[in-house]
């Protein structure tokens, strides 16, 4: 009888990780960023029903990246956790922190478990605060783990790439259309070395906000193609 293949456990864990890496590399970008009135999600996606960017409270956004049938697992469990925890206490005790701890615990139960693959996914949960030192931008990677974003965070395709491009130009008291026409340079500087910048369409677009200066309980609201496409045809968007 042939004895059992051995595989030591940290390569078990580097295999996992470079697994759940290159499924989360072939995913279009999702660029988070903050703006003079609030938070700021734009993310290259043509489909009009499978959003990247979704509202899980009322002022906490959530955006990802990967499997869509994954991350929209997570965008549900992280809609009933806020829901239970707001019916149970106060819906104020809902906070962006607690919902990224959430998902950290999740996240990293799956990824270390032999019996599952790891989730191919990213995510940003976003809290909108009552002034703007108050924001918070986390973001989790596949294996749990927690980043605390100061001002933007990229994830997707070619991350590094694109951070470097909005990070040069950023700051936190850009008005709208400047954050927005940012984040498409950004998106569209992924053409490839050599290469001019992609130039990508309101069509192909899903950008939403957390606005502070809404007056309504809930902040978040998306801005379709007819309000995007002014934006862009302002200065700063390759062409």
């Known amino acids: 009888m042939s004895s059992p293949f ?10 996992r990780a470079d697994f759940a890496r290159k499924g989360i590399a072939r995913g279009r970008s999702v660029v988070v960023l903050r703006y003079a009135d609030g938070i700021c999600f734009v993310a290259e996606n043509r489909s009009q029903a499978l959003h990247k960017v979704s509202e899980i409270h009322d002022r906490i956004g959530f955006a990802a990246v990967g499997r869509y049938n994954e991350f929209e697992n997570l965008r549900i469990a992280g809609i009933r956790h806020a829901d239970m925890r707001g019916y149970a206490y106060d819906r104020a005790d809902v906070t962006g922190r607690g919902l990224a701890n959430a998902y950290a615990q999740l996240l990293g ?38 980043g605390d974003e100061q001002h933007l965070a990229v994830m997707g ?51 939403a906000v957390l606005d502070r200066s809404r007056s309504r309980t809930r902040k978040f609201r998306r801005l379709p193609a007819g309000v995007l496409q002014p934006m862009l045809a302002g200065p700063g968007q390759p062409g």
Request: glycine share 10%; aromatic share 6%.
């Open 6 to 15: 051995y595989v030591a456990p940290e390569q078990q864990m580097k295999d």
């Open 109 to 146: 139960t799956i990824f270390s478990s032999a019996g599952e693959k790891p989730y191919e996914v990213e995510l940003v949960v976003a809290e909108l605060g009552a002034t703007p030192g108050e924001d918070q931008i986390y973001r989790l990677t596949y294996d749990g783990s927690v």
């Open 157 to 207: 395709g070619s991350a590094d790439v694109i951070t470097e491009v909005v990070a040069a130009a950023h700051a936190d008291d850009l008005p709208l259309e400047d954050a927005v026409r940012l984040a498409v340079r950004g998106l569209a500087s992924d053409a490839g070395p050599g290469q001019p910048p992609r130039t990508i369409g309101a069509e192909a677009l899903e950008v």
